[in-house]
């Protein structure tokens, strides 16, 4: 059975930085396109971002642009989302989810199979 399990959310100041993890167990993640999703309260998910493969190719939503990086260890088979500069905003609970044996990203929650149960985040004024 494939979990994935993110870990790292918490109450932050806007302004701070946090980092997130996602590990799998039961899938080996190295061909899997790996991707980050947000839900914030009364809204629907959002991409955050997402990572090919090999972790050469990146792509990020407008809004998390040149604040959050997602990077990955395939040997560890997790994923990492840091995210820096952080604003109320970003308050939310985010998911990472797996598009198995896939070279390419998409921004569509249809496109990914295994969901992990989400870890919340929350950035304080």
């Known amino acids: 059975q494939v979990q994935l399990v993110e870990s790292g959310g918490g109450l932050v100041q806007a302004g701070g930085s946090l980092r997130l993890s996602c590990a799998a167990s039961?899938?080996?993640?190295?061909?899997?396109?790996m991707a980050w999703f947000r839900q914030a309260p009364g809204l629907e998910r959002e991409f955050v971002g997402g990572?090919?493969?090999?972790?050469?190719?990146?792509r990020y939503a407008d809004s998390v642009k040149g604040r959050f990086t997602i990077s990955r260890d395939n040997a560890k088979n997790t994923v990492y989302l840091q995210m820096n500069s952080l604003k109320t905003e970003d308050t939310a609970v985010y998911y990472c989810?797996?598009?198995?044996?896939?070279?390419?990203?998409?921004?569509?929650?249809?496109?990914?199979?295994?969901w992990g149960q989400g870890t919340q985040v929350t950035v304080s004024s």
């Open positions: 039961g899938r080996t993640l190295s061909s899997d396109t």
């Open positions: 989810a797996a598009r198995p044996n896939t070279y390419t990203i998409t921004n569509y929650e249809s496109g990914y199979n295994y």
């Open positions: 990572i090919t493969r090999s972790g050469g190719t990146t």
